[in-house]
């Protein structure tokens, strides 16, 4: 039978399609890799990895082999958490993975919270892209994710968090700086600029744009947030951002501002998304509830949505 540590250096190669990049992300020496692989292939008695000379191929086997490995690896993980929450409750590592635009701007409004009331919890936590978040919590490495929803994978359970207001960003010296909310019907004739495709962030921005007859900038489009504001202080044109990045990035900075839209603003809906059936649903449950106690307390420009337990006092 395969090992576990076989599925894992199959699974990785089935990831990377490349030998090398597969046996850094599972921090074993290449030949160390290769040699497993050889003999899970000879447990099995079929060829799993087509080995071509610029590129590697998985076999039709081995392609399903490696998706029964994830599962497999899955539950095996789900066994070690069963375990652990025997222990204590929120009393273990959370793998937490967290889209681009949100991450570095939301995760500290709620740890602090959480490292109050309960200690020995440890959040690991990744950014990423909206479909990598998704794939790697579809494949057991991740546990939970903070994300834009909604989310239509039948696979996962989501539940929202918090609303969050999308506000103009523009140079400070704009013609509608004086303005203290912005009409749609001002924004005619500006250039907005936005992240790269692949970002929750952009689909949405390309939707209000559309909705509001401005003109999206594909010409020059951000990596990141921190980017975008850096064109926008140039004069590139303006830019549409979230309310927790412009509390935390923009509202202290001279060279731009940001204002609300007025009357309802566009918004976007934050939730907790992890897999149907996992061991540590009413954990999730429960930190959910933290979280939006946090918010409550200390994220005014947002409109909690979950279902708040102070924790403490």
Same mark, same amino acid.
């Not at 790697?136 to 609303?163: H, I, K, M, N, Y």
């Not at 523009?170 to 004086?178: T, V």
């Not at 918004?267 to 996992?278: A, E, H």
């Given at each position: 039978?395969?090992?576990?540590?076989?599925?894992?250096?199959?699974?990785?190669?089935?990831?990377?399609?490349?030998?090398?990049?597969?046996?850094?992300?599972?921090?074993?020496?290449?030949?160390?890799?290769?040699?497993?692989?050889?003999?899970?292939?000879?447990?099995?008695?079929?060829?799993?990895?087509?080995?071509?000379?610029?590129?590697?191929?998985?076999?039709?086997?081995?392609?399903?082999?490696?998706? *029964?490995?994830?599962?497999?690896?899955?539950?095996?993980?789900?066994?070690?958490?069963?375990?652990?929450?025997?222990?204590?409750?929120?009393?273990?590592?959370?793998?937490?993975?967290?889209?681009?635009?949100?991450?570095?701007?939301?995760?500290?409004?709620?740890?602090?919270?959480?490292?109050?009331?309960?200690?020995?919890?440890? @959040?690991?936590?990744?950014?990423?892209?909206?479909?990598?978040?998704?794939?790697?919590?579809?494949?057991?490495?991740?546990?939970?994710? #903070?994300?834009?929803?909604?989310?239509?994978?039948?696979?996962?359970?989501?539940?929202?968090? #918090?609303?969050?207001?999308?506000?103009?960003?523009?140079?400070?010296?704009? *013609?509608?700086?004086?303005?203290?909310?912005?009409?749609?019907?001002?924004?005619?004739?500006?250039?907005?600029?936005?992240?790269?495709?692949?970002?929750? @962030?952009?689909?949405?921005?390309?939707?209000?744009?559309?909705?509001?007859?401005?003109?999206?900038?594909?010409?020059?489009?951000?990596?990141? @947030?921190?980017?975008?504001?850096?064109?926008?202080?140039?004069?590139?044109?303006?830019?549409?951002?979230?309310?927790?990045?412009?509390?935390?990035?923009?509202?202290?900075?001279?060279?731009?501002?940001?204002?609300?839209?007025?009357?309802?603003?566009?918004?976007?809906?934050?939730?907790?998304?992890?897999?149907?059936?996992?061991? *540590?649903?009413?954990? #999730?449950?429960?930190?959910?509830?933290?979280?939006?106690?946090?918010?409550?307390?200390?994220?005014?420009?947002?409109?909690? @949505?979950?279902?708040?337990?102070?924790?403490?006092?």
């Amino acid at each position: 039978m395969p090992s576990l540590q076989q599925l894992r250096y199959l699974i990785a190669v089935a990831d990377q399609l490349h030998f090398r990049r597969a046996a850094e992300l599972c921090n074993v020496t290449q030949p160390t890799l290769s040699a497993q692989l050889k003999e899970l292939e000879a447990r099995l008695g079929t060829t799993l990895v087509e080995r071509g000379r610029s590129k590697v191929m998985m076999t039709p086997t081995g392609k399903e082999i490696a998706e *029964r490995g994830r599962r497999i690896l899955r539950e095996v993980a789900e066994i070690h958490t069963i375990a652990k929450l025997q222990q204590s409750v929120l009393s273990s590592v959370i793998r937490v993975g967290v889209v681009q635009t949100l991450g570095s701007y939301f995760l500290p409004l709620v740890i602090p919270d959480l490292h109050r009331q309960y200690p020995k919890l440890g @959040l690991y936590v990744r950014e990423g892209l909206p479909d990598a978040l998704l794939r790697s919590l579809e494949d057991g490495a991740l546990d939970l994710l #903070f994300f834009p929803l909604p989310v239509t994978q039948s696979e996962f359970e989501a539940r929202p968090l #918090f609303r969050e207001p999308i506000e103009v960003v523009m140079p400070s010296d704009h *013609r509608l700086a004086s303005e203290p909310a912005i009409d749609p019907v001002m924004l005619k004739g500006e250039v907005i600029l936005s992240l790269e495709p692949g970002h929750k @962030l952009y689909e949405l921005v390309r939707t209000i744009s559309d909705d509001y007859g401005v003109e999206l900038s594909h010409d020059y489009e951000g990596t990141s @947030l921190d980017t975008l504001r850096q064109m926008v202080a140039t004069g590139m044109g303006v830019s549409l951002m979230p309310a927790l990045y412009v509390k935390s990035e923009v509202a202290h900075q001279d060279l731009v501002i940001a204002r609300p839209f007025h009357g309802t603003s566009p918004s976007r809906t934050i939730g907790m998304v992890w897999r149907k059936g996992t061991s *540590r649903e009413d954990e #999730f449950q429960l930190l959910l509830q933290l979280i939006c106690g946090s918010l409550t307390a200390r994220a005014p420009e947002v409109s909690v @949505l979950g279902t708040c337990d102070p924790g403490p006092a």
